[in-house]
C-alpha cells in the first residue's frame, strides 16, 4: 500500500525545502506523487524529487510521480531532465497526449 | 506556502531588483541623454530580463507580463528593427517607472492598479513596429511556464534525431554551467537562461545529477546539479555570455568551442536501452568531466546512469572564457546595525578602560599606557570600518528622484532634465532614508517653480528644456547636497511684496537679498499666487528644513534672478557616532557638538558688559551675542555672577544664530556614540541626544538650536524688523 502525495501547483525555490520536509516524513513507505496539478516546478523543487526518487531506491521502497502535469514535464525538458529523474514514467506523458 | 526560508529568497530578490532597476534606469537616463549605445540597450535589455525570471520563480505573474512585454519592444529596438525614438525613449521611462512600482507592490504583497499596464501595454504593441506585437509577449509570458508539447517518439533514439544535424560537423559552443545558492535565493531559474541560450541557437540541454544526494543528506536550498549546454551556430562568445551576465555574481560559467565535444557518442559506451533516459526534449548530454558515475545506483541497474563522458578530440584545448564573480556579499541591515551598536559599546567600554586605568596614574611609558593607545586605535578603526559599512551612495536616491523629475515635469507641462553629479558620494543608510521626502519637495519644487514654461524660456533665450541638477560632495567631513535649476531664480521683489501681504514681515523691513530668499522658509509663505496642485513654493519648505535640521543639517539658498536657484543642504555623514566637546556643567557632564562650537573663551580675557537684571553679553570683534549659562539653561543652577572660573564656548547654530554658553570646565574633544533619548526616554527642549560616557555615566548631548533659541536673536539686522507674532519659534535662514 503506498502513500499518496499531491504536489503543490507552485515548486519554486522556496517550496523546495517545504517539500523535503514533507517527503522525509513519508520514509519508510512506498509513495506515489501526484503532479497532476503542478504549474511551476524549478531546479531546487526538482532537485527534491530526484532525491527523494534516489533515497527510495536505497530504501528499497517505490518512489513514482504518477500523474504529472505538462508543465513538470516541461520543466524537466528545460533543465535536461529525464523524467525518470524524478520517478515518473515517459509513457505516462504519452498516455496524457493520447487521451488530451 | 510562506516559511523563513521563502521570506529570505524573496528579500533576496527584491534586494537584486533594486539593484537591477538602479541599472535600468541608469540606461535609460543615458539613452535619454543621447549617451546610449547599443550596450546600454543590452544592460536595460537584461535588468528587465532579470526582473522577469525571478518575478516567474516567485509566481510574481502581473511582473513578469509587464517586464516581458517591455522586453519584447526592447529586444525589437537592441536588434534594429525600430528606432530609439524620443517617444520611445519616453516610453521607456514610464515602463520603468511602472516597473519599478510593480516591484515595489509585489515587495509588499500589495495590489496595483492594472491601468497603466494596459496603457503602457498599448504604446508599447505601438511602438514595436508593424511586424511586432508586445501584446503577443504577455500571452508568451504567461505561457512561459505552460506546458510544453513533448515529442517523445523522437527523442526515443538521440542518434536517430540528430540524424540530421551531425556533431561533427557542428560548429557552436559548450557551456558548462554551475548554479550557486545565491542564484537561487536571488530569484533566478536556470531554465529561463537556457531559453535565453535557445533564442541564440539550436541548443541541448542536459544535466548532471550524479552529486544529487538522497533525500536524507540533502540540503534543498542548495543545489548538487550542473548542466552541459551545446549551442550550435556561429553567434560571438560575448553575445553568449551576455545571457549570463546578470548571474556572473552567483553561478560558474564556462564556455568553450563545441568542436571539443563534437564527437558522437561512443555507441559501446551507450548503456543498454533499459538503462537509458529517453531525453525529453534535448539530447543526451555527458556529464562533466571528472564526475565519476555514481557506482552505487549502477550496482542496482538505476536508470540515473548517463552517457559516458565524451572523449576530447585531437584538437588543442583552447581557454575557456570565466565570468569572474565580484568580490561582494550581501548583509543584511539589522546585522550591521547590531554590529555598529555592538562597536559604540565598545568604544564605551574602551573609554571605561581607559578611565579606570587613568585614576592608576600609573607612569608614562609604561607598558599598560601603550598597550592602552593600541586598543584605542583598534577600536577607533573598527568603528571607522564599521561606519562605512553602513555608508550607501546616494546614487540609488538621485534617481527616485528622477522620476518625481518626469512626473513634476508632465503634470507642468515642461521640458526638463535631470543632471546627477557626485551620486558616488556615501552618506549613512539612516541619513539616506530620512531625505526622501525633503528631497522629493525640493525637486518638485524646482520643477514647479524654479523652472519658467518652455515659452517663457525661450523668450529669455534659453533652451525650452529645462535642467535641474542635483550634485552631492563631501566637505569637511560633511555632505552637501545641491539641488539647482536654470530657471528664472527668486523674483525677490514678487517675495516681498507677498511677505508683506501676508503680515510676516514690516512694509519698512530692511532686508538683504539673501534675507528675502530666507523668507520662502517661513511656515505658511507661498510666491505662488495659486498653490498648485503639484507644490506650492513655501508651503513645506519650512517642513523641509525642519526635517533637514532633525538631520543635524543646514540648508542655504543661492539665487540669481533670470539665471536660476540652488538650494544647499549640509548634512553629517552619519547620525550614529558625533564629534563633541565634552564639557562640565554643575557637576554634571554634557556634549556639546564640536561643528556648533566656533571657539572657547577664557572670560577673563574677554569684554562682558551687564545690560539690565542679569542679562549678560560679549563683545567680541566690534559684535555682542547673549551670554547663558548652560547650567541655569537646563535648571542645574542660578546664573553665576562670577565668570572668571569659567569657560565661553561661543556657538553658531545652523540658523546662524550666535551666543556664548557658560560651562564650568573643557573635559575632552572626542568622538561620542548618540543613544536616541526619544527612543529611551522622551524628547527635551534643549537636548538632541545621550552619549554613555567612559565611567558609565550618561551625558547629554546639547542641542545647539535649541538652547540658542532661547536666548540669542535671529540674525543679520533685518530680524528687528521681522514680525515677532508672525515668526514665533523660527528664524530666518541666509545663504
Excluded at chain 2, 543526451?284 to 545506483?297: D, F, I, L, M, Q
Aim: charged share 25%; hydrophobic share 40%.
Amino acid at each position: 500500500m503506498s502513500e499518496g502525495y499531491n504536489l503543490e501547483a507552485h515548486l519554486d525555490s522556496a517550496a523546495a525545502p517545504v517539500l523535503a520536509a514533507d517527503l522525509k516524513a513519508l520514509r519508510g513507505k512506498s509513495v506515489r506523487v501526484d503532479g497532476g496539478a503542478v504549474r511551476f516546478a524549478g531546479t531546487l523543487s526538482l532537485q527534491v524529487l530526484i532525491a527523494a526518487r534516489r533515497q527510495w531506491l536505497e530504501d528499497g521502497q517505490d518512489f513514482t510521480v504518477h500523474p504529472f502535469s505538462g508543465a513538470l514535464g516541461a520543466a524537466c525538458c528545460d533543465l535536461g531532465l529525464s523524467l525518470t529523474d524524478i520517478g515518473a514514467s515517459p509513457d505516462d506523458q504519452n498516455d496524457m497526449e493520447r487521451t488530451a | 506556502m510562506t516559511t523563513g526560508g521563502s521570506d529570505d529568497f524573496r528579500a533576496s530578490f527584491f534586494e537584486e531588483c533594486d539593484e537591477l532597476l538602479e541599472a535600468m534606469h541608469d540606461g535609460l537616463g543615458l539613452m535619454q541623454d543621447g549617451a546610449g549605445d547599443t550596450e546600454t540597450v543590452h544592460v536595460i535589455f537584461r535588468a528587465v530580463h532579470s526582473i522577469k525570471g525571478g518575478a516567474g520563480a516567485f509566481g510574481l505573474d502581473a511582473l513578469v507580463s509587464f517586464a516581458h512585454q517591455l522586453e519584447t519592444v526592447l529586444e525589437r529596438l537592441r536588434s534594429g528593427r525600430i528606432e530609439a525614438t524620443p517617444d520611445l525613449l519616453t516610453l521607456f521611462q514610464q515602463c520603468g517607472d511602472y516597473l519599478s512600482d510593480l516591484v515595489t507592490a509585489a515587495r509588499a504583497d500589495a495590489a496595483v492598479d492594472p491601468g497603466p499596464a494596459e496603457a503602457l501595454g498599448s504604446r508599447l504593441n505601438a511602438a514595436s513596429g508593424p511586424d511586432g506585437d508586445a501584446s503577443e509577449a504577455v500571452s508568451q509570458a504567461a505561457d512561459d511556464f505552460v506546458p510544453l508539447a513533448l515529442d517523445l517518439d523522437a527523442l526515443e533514439d538521440p542518434q536517430e534525431s540528430d540524424a540530421d544535424d551531425p556533431l561533427s560537423s557542428r560548429i557552436g559552443h559548450h557551456i558548462t554551467f554551475t548554479a550557486e545558492p545565491e542564484l537561487f535565493s536571488s530569484g533566478n531559474e536556470p531554465a529561463l537562461l537556457f531559453r535565453a541560450l535557445a533564442t541564440l541557437g539550436p541548443t541541448r540541454v542536459g544535466a548532471d545529477i550524479s552529486d544529487v544526494p538522497p533525500l536524507s543528506l540533502l540540503d534543498p536550498t542548495m543545489s548538487h546539479l550542473s548542466w552541459e549546454i551545446e549551442l550550435d551556430g556561429d553567434c560571438p562568445a560575448d553575445i553568449v555570455l551576455d545571457v549570463f551576465d546578470f548571474v556572473s555574481d552567483c553561478a560558474s560559467v564556462e564556455i568553450g568551442p563545441l568542436e571539443h565535444f563534437a564527437a558522437p557518442p561512443d555507441p559501446s559506451t551507450v548503456p543498454a536501452s533499459d538503462d537509458i533516459d529517453p531525453a525529453i526534449g534535448t539530447d543526451v548530454v555527458a556529464p562533466a568531466e571528472g564526475r565519476p558515475p555514481n557506482s552505487e545506483t549502477e550496482g542496482r541497474g538505476d536508470d540515473l546512469a548517463r552517457v559516458a563522458p565524451p572523449k576530447p578530440t585531437a584538437a588543442p584545448p583552447q581557454p575557456t572564457t570565466r565570468i569572474a564573480a565580484p568580490q561582494t556579499i550581501r548583509v543584511d541591515f539589522e546585522r550591521v546595525d547590531k554590529l555598529i551598536n555592538l562597536v559604540g559599546e565598545l568604544v564605551i567600554k574602551e573609554a571605561m578602560l581607559s578611565q579606570a586605568v587613568g585614576m592608576l596614574t600609573l607612569n608614562t611609558g609604561n607598558e599598560v599606557l601603550q598597550e592602552l593607545d593600541g586598543l584605542k586605535q583598534l577600536a577607533g578603526e573598527i568603528q571607522e570600518g564599521v561606519m562605512a559599512i553602513r555608508a550607501q551612495p546616494i546614487k540609488p536616491l538621485f534617481q527616485r528622484m528622477g522620476r518625481t523629475i518626469r512626473e513634476a515635469a508632465a503634470m507642468t507641462n515642461k521640458r526638463v532634465r535631470l543632471v546627477m553629479k557626485g551620486e558616488a558620494a556615501e552618506v549613512d543608510k539612516t541619513v539616506l532614508e530620512r531625505l526622501v521626502d525633503p528631497l522629493t519637495h525640493m525637486v518638485r519644487n524646482a520643477v514647479d517653480h524654479g523652472l519658467e514654461d518652455k515659452e517663457a524660456r525661450v523668450a529669455a533665450g534659453k533652451p525650452a528644456e529645462g535642467s535641474v541638477t542635483l550634485s552631492a560632495a563631501h566637505r569637511s567631513g560633511r555632505v552637501v547636497i545641491e539641488i539647482s535649476d536654470d530657471g528664472g531664480g527668486i523674483n525677490r521683489d514678487k517675495v516681498r511684496r507677498l511677505a508683506e501681504e501676508k503680515g510676516l514681515i514690516p512694509p519698512d523691513a530692511s532686508l538683504s537679498p539673501s534675507d528675502i530668499d530666507a523668507l520662502l522658509f517661513m511656515p505658511g509663505f507661498s510666491s505662488k499666487d495659486e498653490v498648485s496642485e503639484l507644490s506650492g513654493r513655501g508651503v513645506g519648505l519650512d517642513v523641509v528644513r525642519s526635517e533637514i535640521t532633525a538631520l543635524g543639517g543646514r540648508m542655504s539658498i543661492q539665487s540669481e534672478l533670470g539665471v536660476g536657484t540652488v538650494f544647499s543642504i549640509s548634512l553629517p555623514l552619519t547620525l550614529a557616532v558625533l564629534e563633541g566637546m565634552v564639557v562640565n556643567v554643575a557637576g554634571q557632564t554634557m556634549v556639546v557638538p564640536i561643528t556648533a562650537i566656533q571657539e572657547t573663551l577664557q572670560p577673563a580675557s574677554v569684554r562682558i558688559h551687564t545690560i539690565g537684571p542679569g542679562t549678560k553679553v560679549l563683545s567680541i570683534r566690534d559684535t555682542l551675542m547673549p551670554v547663558a549659562d548652560l547650567g541655569a539653561h537646563f535648571g542645574f543652577r542660578e546664573p553665576p555672577e562670577e565668570l572668571d572660573d569659567h569657560v565661553l564656548l561661543v556657538i553658531e547654530t545652523d540658523t546662524d544664530r550666535r551666543c556664548a554658553l557658560i560651562v564650568d570646565a573643557l573635559q575632552d574633544q572626542r568622538q561620542v556614540v548618540i543613544k536616541s533619548l526619544e527612543t529611551n526616554y522622551s524628547q527635551i527642549d534643549g537636548i538632541s541626544a545621550a552619549t554613555i560616557l567612559g565611567d558609565g555615566r550618561i551625558a547629554l548631548i546639547v542641542d545647539p538650536e535649541g538652547v540658542a533659541g532661547g536666548v540669542a536673536p535671529v540674525p543679520a539686522t533685518p530680524a528687528a524688523s521681522v514680525n515677532p507674532d508672525v515668526v514665533e519659534g523660527d528664524s530666518l535662514v541666509t545663504a
